[in-house]
């Protein structure tokens, strides 16, 4: 392809034309050597010069052709045939192969062309592509090293008063350093004169911290930031924010004033994924989450109060104890809160009510670890009371996987960074145990006595190998664990990935079923309830059949009475009649008897 430039000019505009022709050389100056200026010539032996040992480059460009490519359709008709022979007639074809086939030709240009097709299948075969060359060795086993760990370091509280290390926070450029926060928990029972001080600790020096954070409050947690290694962010016991700037020195760089800060400890807080990396958020006991830029920090820019009833009410809140924000997932973060429910929120919810998103209800203790798993976001671990659960936001009822219930309370817990199977966990008794539920589900892989006193913090290094352990008395250990628990296994994300989705699977399935049997139960108790109801109305039926014929017949008797009573008066009547009639005639009987005396008398 030629490159063309085109002048949009005038000829005219550029000028007096330039006519060129072809002459000889011409002699202008002749400059003779200067004699003198020999003599003054001085010879330089040996001569030093310096020289670059790089790769000379130049740079070449290329104009290549434009290949340009069609799509094109070809109809294949069958053809070669006379014109005098019809291919649709059969007959016809028959005759003219038969006399094609006794051509000498013909017969020819078959045997040539047979003769190379038996040399391209002949070459073909020469090599079997499914030949196994090495079907007599035994297969060797591949023995595989035993899960271990080791101590490497251990810091301790340079403080006499011995304060319990609350949490943990690796350096995020090259995790040479660690963070240390020092606090204690138990309320109102902090020993008199007991320091304020966390330190950050180098790993190569375990003899003194490399500088001490100072702040107004003892810190409960401590976060580096993963965009600038020298800020670090703190939650004090007093529920302040605090913000160092490592370069500045000890002091507190920048501090939340109280009237706008949490009313209990700071238990959880962590940076947020921003662009200018100066946005965080923490959680504390009284039921709120706080959003905090470290430009102007001095009072909260959002605040998401942890009530489960969508009210917004303070008083009915469930207090945080850990917080769970992933990348990935910018507008989702997470809660673990002391009633043993973790709830799921929404960062950009307009409204109250689609700030909570759901819960997740399984402990019967505060939750002390919430972590999202680093290859699959959708699962999450949670520590609390006697156990770890392994959950899935697609099944809200129960979680899919758990470990069994121990005999001492379980502190913290995280997953591992580099394989998806293995998570580790921290007991009261000092022990760490490392599990990996594709090796074995009942069971850690490994248990490991860190300690005599309660581990009550842990953090696990970006490569896998390094976990820091934060103790009771404030004794940090750093141990190293064994290869095979840092690296990755053969089709290890695949066989967690399965096992995640098969039990996801499983507890929606004991959640259709425990859903039916409920509406069973329902149905059986509403029933029971309808019989009930039948039986009160038959019951109260017969009553009012009892009644009203009760009151029928009395109805009834009482006319009858009447009627007798009036049957009786009517009888009265025409008897009392007829006894005067007779007592009338009686009288007019003796009166006429009387009349005749008197008469016979006369006479």
Same mark, same amino acid.
């Given at each position: 392809?030629?490159? *063309?430039?085109?002048? /949009?000019?005038?000829? =005219? ?23 003198? /200026? ?6 330089? &032996? ?16 290329? &104009? ?21 022979? %019809? ?21 020819? $240009? ?25 079907? !007599? ?27 319990? $290390? ?8 090259? %995790?040479?350093?660690? $963070? ?26 375990? &003899? ?16 580096? &930031?993963?965009?600038?290694?020298? *800020? ?8 302040? #924010? ?27 807080? #962590?940076? /947020? ?30 605040? *998401? #109060? ?32 002391? +009633? ?44 609390? !009371? ?11 009822? =129960?979680? #899919? ?70 103790? +009771? %008395? ?14 990755? +296994? ?7 990935? =399965? ?31 309808? !019989?009930?109801?039948?039986?009160? /109305?038959?019951? %109260? ?12 017949? !009395? ?49």
């Amino acid at each position: 392809m030629e490159i *063309v430039y085109v002048y /949009l000019k005038k000829r =005219s505009e550029f000028g007096k034309q330039c006519n060129f022709s072809d002459r000889p050389a011409d002699l202008n100056i002749d400059i003779l050597p200067n004699p003198e /200026l020999a003599a003054q010539f001085v010879e330089r &032996n040996p001569v030093d010069t310096g020289t670059q040992c790089s790769v000379s480059m130049s740079e070449h460009e290329a &104009n290549t052709e434009r290949f340009e490519m069609e799509s094109r359709g070809v109809n294949h008709v069958e053809g070669g045939w006379p014109k005098d022979v %019809n291919p649709l007639e059969l007959e016809q074809t028959i005759r003219f192969r038969k006399k094609v086939e006794k051509d000498e030709n013909y017969i020819n $240009a078959i045997m040539q062309l047979g003769l190379i097709m038996e040399h391209c299948i002949k070459q073909n075969n020469a090599i079997d592509i499914y030949q196994e060359y090495f079907d !007599d060795e035994e297969e060797v086993e591949v023995t595989e090293e035993a899960s271990s760990a080791k101590t490497i370091n251990v810091f301790r509280d340079p403080q006499e008063i011995r304060r319990t $290390a609350t949490h943990l926070s690796w350096h995020p450029d090259g %995790n040479r350093k660690l $963070a240390v926060a020092y606090s204690c928990l138990d309320f109102q029972r902090a020993p008199v004169g007991m320091s304020h001080e966390s330190y950050i600790w180098d790993l190569e020096n375990p &003899n003194r911290p490399e500088m001490a954070l100072k702040p107004s409050s003892p810190l409960v947690t401590l976060e580096y &930031n993963p965009k600038d290694s020298h *800020v670090i962010l703190g939650g004090c016991y007093n529920g302040q #924010i605090a913000c160092w700037d490592t370069r500045k020195g000890s002091l507190v760089a920048e501090l939340s004033t109280i009237e706008f800060s949490h009313r209990d400890p700071v238990y959880g807080s #962590i940076w /947020l994924q921003s662009k200018t990396g100066t946005e965080c958020f923490s959680a504390s006991t009284d039921g709120q989450v706080m959003w905090w830029d470290i430009r102007k920090i001095s009072e909260p820019t959002e605040v *998401v #109060i942890l009530d489960i009833t969508k009210k917004e009410q303070l008083e009915s809140a469930l207090g945080a104890i850990s917080l769970e924000f992933e990348p990935t997932l910018p507008t989702k973060f997470m809660v673990g809160t002391e +009633q043993g429910i973790v709830i799921s929120c929404n960062r950009k919810a307009k409204t109250a009510a689609e700030k909570i998103v759901c819960t997740f209800s399984g402990h019967h203790g505060p939750i002390y670890a919430l972590q999202r798993n680093p290859f699959y976001p959708k699962n999450f671990l949670t520590v609390g !009371d006697w156990t770890a659960r392994i959950w899935s936001e697609d099944s809200r009822e =129960s979680s #899919i996987m758990w470990t069994k219930y121990h005999m001492a309370y379980l502190t913290d817990g995280a997953w591992s960074p580099v394989r998806p199977a293995v998570f580790f966990t921290t007991k009261m008794d000092g022990t760490l145990d490392i599990w990996d539920f594709v090796f074995k589900q009942s069971d850690p892989a490994l248990s490991l006595k860190v300690c005599d006193e309660a581990l009550f913090c842990l953090r696990v290094q970006d490569n896998g190998c390094l976990i820091a352990c934060g103790s +009771q %008395n404030g004794t940090t250990t750093l141990l190293e664990v064994s290869s095979g628990l840092s690296t990755l +296994q053969r089709n290890e994300r695949n066989i967690a990935s =399965s096992m995640f989705e098969r039990e996801t699977r499983r507890e929606k399935i004991l959640e259709a079923r425990q859903k039916e049997m409920r509406l069973k139960e329902k149905g059986k108790a509403e029933g029971k309830d309808d !019989d009930q109801r039948d039986e009160e /109305l038959a019951t %109260n039926l017969e009553e009012m059949v009892a009644q009203a014929e009760k009151e029928f017949f !009395d109805i009834v008797f009482t006319e009858l009475k009447k009627k007798e009573v009036e049957a009786m008066a009517k009888k009265t009547k025409p008897q009392k009649k007829a006894s005067l009639e007779m007592d009338e005639e009686v009288e007019g009987d003796y009166t006429g008897e009387e009349e005749e005396v008197s008469d016979e008398k006369s006479v």
